[in-house]
């Protein structure tokens, strides 16, 4: 090999377009070394379509021409010259119009482009022929040697290096955006779920304050749990988004990202980030929905009061409901006690419990001969004040009774009940009063609701 040859070589293998990613650019590099260390007229890149029936050019050197400008050549159209090209050989045509290889292009490519001489070299890419390297000589016949087939060879292998390094541009790109789309879906459905906690907050907030809906205890870890899960999901799911994008970054700065790894990872990111989408979904639509069943409630002014008397005032005004039921009303108020609390809302726990004990306990066909509801209230040891409400009604059934205080349960889902009214107290108990209720119940015997309360609520 010429020590032209050699050193243009050299140059182009140090070259750091060669592995800069951008095709065209090394292409030309690569092809202007051809044309040096020949001494030709031009060369240029062809390479295969999908189905290796026609080659068409990819660059040109000198640019002059565009390599679009110039014809694809088929297989149908030049039958002997792709016999040729099968044979994965050199083709050194010194005289391109006579030479057995090449004579087909006399008429349709050599006259018009005045081409006397040329050699084409195979273009080998991860094993297969791909294309070719075609060295052309104008106006005058070119002697190929060896030497010069040798030198295109070694051209052909660094064309191998742009191959790659295109690849990995392009994959590199492809993984830019996947995780741009990844980073966007996450700060998208990271916001909404911002938003929907926050509307949780809010909603949770006005329940307490409205009276009608649901403990904030059960009612908040109920959601918490139909909310975990598809959360949980979604998490899981970025997480393995983050690992494959790890590993596929890896992969591109080793330079051993393939075709079928990279296929496999889009694959998976996109199963993956559609997983997160269709539970971050599921979960914005629990929160909906838990919206949806909020009430208007009223709010609560922290008062000092006599709790004895006041409870009393309460039940009052509930004589004409439980008469309305058939319920007496016993009362039993000696605690003695003043509280600094918020008393309209131990008038609504005494409503709701006494509502719902005349509403259930005494329902026929459970009807007792002598209906009644006992109200007691007892000064604790400790200061605090026991507030028991115990009816002799039919009693809540064994499996029912973990769940009274959940939001919406009700057993009278068609006539009217929408299981509110004992998480409301719940609810009310736990987060106004700073409060403890407790159910004992037996079924033909009665229930007994147990209320403790502090002499001042938490917030006073």
């Known amino acids: ?44 890149i062809w390479l295969y379509d999908e189905k290796r029936n026609a080659i068409r050019c990819q660059q040109i050197c000198p640019a002059q021409q565009a390599a679009t400008e110039l014809p694809a050549l088929t ?19 010194v005289d391109a119009r006579a030479d057995n290889a090449t004579f087909e292009f006399t008429e349709p490519y050599l006259i018009p482009q005045d081409i006397w001489s040329m050699l084409d070299v195979p273009l080998r ?33 660094l ?53 009608k809906m649901a403990s904030l205890g059960n009612l908040v870890a109920g959601i918490a749990h139909e909310v975990n899960t598809p959360v949980g999901i979604g998490l899981t799911g970025i997480s393995h988004c983050s690992y494959l994008l790890s590993a596929l970054a890896d992969s591109v700065r080793a330079g051993i990202l393939g075709k079928t790894q990279l296929e496999q990872t889009l694959a998976e990111l996109q199963h993956s980030t559609a ?7 599921r979960a914005a639509e629990l929160i909906r929905q838990f919206k949806q069943s909020a009430v208007d409630q009223s709010h609560y002014e922290l008062h000092q009061f006599a709790i004895d008397d006041y409870i009393q005032a309460v039940l009052q005004t509930l004589l004409p409901f439980c008469r309305q039921h058939e319920v007496q009303l016993e009362l039993d108020l000696n ?13 609504q726990v005494l409503t709701n419990l006494v509502t719902n004990a005349c509403i259930h306990a005494f329902e026929p066909p459970q009807a007792v001969e002598r209906a009644r509801i006992r109200v007691a209230t007892q000064a604790l040891s400790d200061g605090r004040l026991l ?17 009274i205080f959940e939001p919406f349960f009700t057993t009278r889902r068609g006539r009217g009940g929408t299981g509110l009214g004992l998480s409301i107290v719940y609810n009310i108990v736990q987060k106004n009063l700073g409060g403890e209720l407790t159910v004992a119940s037996k079924p033909g015997i009665g229930t007994r609701f147990s209320l403790k309360l502090g002499s001042s609520s938490p917030e006073s």
């Open 387 to 403: 507030l028991q409400l115990t009816d002799n009604g039919c009693g809540i059934p064994r499996d029912h009774l973990p769940r």
């Open 159 to 211: 064309y191998g290096r742009i191959l790659a390094a295109a690849e990995r541009q392009r994959y590199q790109q492809q993984l830019e955006h996947a995780n741009e789309r990844l980073e966007s879906l996450v700060r998208e459905r990271t916001a909404n779920l911002q938003k929907t906690l926050d509307q949780l907050r809010q909603t949770q907030q006005h329940l307490i304050e409205s009276e």
């Open 335 to 347: 605690s003695g006690l003043v509280l600094h609390s918020y008393p309209g809302a131990i008038a």
């Open 1 to 44: 090999m010429k020590e032209l040859q050699e050193n243009l070589l050299l140059s182009l293998s140090m070259d750091p377009v060669l592995d800069s990613g951008d095709k065209a650019l090394a292409e030309q590099a690569l092809l202007q070394r051809c044309v040096d260390g020949l001494e030709i007229a031009r060369a240029s």
């Open 275 to 281: 997983l997160v989408e269709r539970n971050l979904h």
């Open 125 to 157: 890419y991860q094993g297969e022929v791909i294309g070719i390297i075609c060295c052309e000589e104008i106006a005058r016949y070119k002697h190929w040697t060896d030497e010069d087939a040798g030198f295109v060879g070694v051209l052909s292998d």
């Open 75 to 93: 297989r149908q159209q030049f039958p002997r010259y792709f016999a040729e090209l099968d044979k994965k050989r050199v083709i050194k045509a």
